[in-house]
């Protein structure tokens, strides 16, 4: 399960739908790893204990996010939404904070795209690229997954009867963690495309700055339709 160099063809094109039973299984043994022993291993020791410290990981990187933004490109109408977007998760993350009682942390891959899943000449889903797998909320590791694969609605509902990682109030926290990506998302594509159209990345055929303007459009219509602004 956890490799970094496998045969075999990333789900990226696929319909993550086809591949689910496998991804839940590969879920659930994580979800069956012990989060003691792991604490010992140096790779995974950080200064948090809990699963409300850990969601506040999330409003202090927006916060550097916007001044990035507000140093590198100003103060505009994207930089106002997106502050705004982030107070009220702010307060939501207050609001809700029951759901964070009795919520327990676990190993988390943290990236779970289609590229980092790849399917094996065997017929096995293997889950590659672990550079930023850590302790933390498995709320955020299926928030994660729900965003970066498009499952049908019967899928979803799948992974919330199956997954046996969910403690505390699961789906309050996963849909949490949705809307704090969302404002994530805009800013750093905002970043992206400023780098691209100053000439501060190395564009490609696939990755123009067309590219990354298109990729900014969706997620600030994808927060504008939220109800966070």
């Not at 891959?109 to 672990?130: C, Q, S």
Request: proline share 2%.
């Amino acid at each position: 399960m956890i490799l970094e160099m496998i045969e075999g063809e990333t789900l990226k094109g696929k319909r993550s739908d086809s591949y689910l039973e496998q991804i839940l299984f590969s879920l659930n043994k994580m979800a069956e790893i012990p989060t003691d022993v792991l604490k010992e291993r140096e790779g995974f020791k950080r200064n948090i204990n809990s699963c409300w410290e850990y969601v506040h990981l999330f409003p202090a990187h927006s916060q550097r996010q916007l001044a990035e933004y507000s140093n590198k490109i100003g103060e505009d109408q994207i930089y106002r939404l997106c502050r705004k977007a982030s107070e009220t998760v702010m307060k939501r993350i207050e609001n809700e904070k029951d759901s964070f009682r009795d919520a327990q942390m676990g190993l988390i891959h943290t990236g779970l795209h289609p590229e980092n899943m790849v399917y094996t000449p065997a017929g096995k889903i293997r889950f590659i690229d672990w550079e930023h797998s850590s302790i933390g909320d498995r709320a955020f590791e299926i928030s994660s997954l729900l965003r970066s694969n498009d499952f049908s609605e019967e899928s979803i509902e799948r992974i919330f009867k199956e997954y046996r990682g969910q403690t505390g109030n699961f789906r309050s926290r996963v849909n949490l963690y949705m809307d704090l990506f969302k404002v994530h998302e805009v800013l750093w594509h905002a970043l992206r495309f400023d780098k691209a159209r100053k000439g501060e990345l190395n564009l490609s055929q696939d990755k123009t700055e067309s590219y990354y303007q298109e990729r900014l459009n969706k997620h600030l219509e994808n927060l504008k339709n939220s109800g966070l602004i």
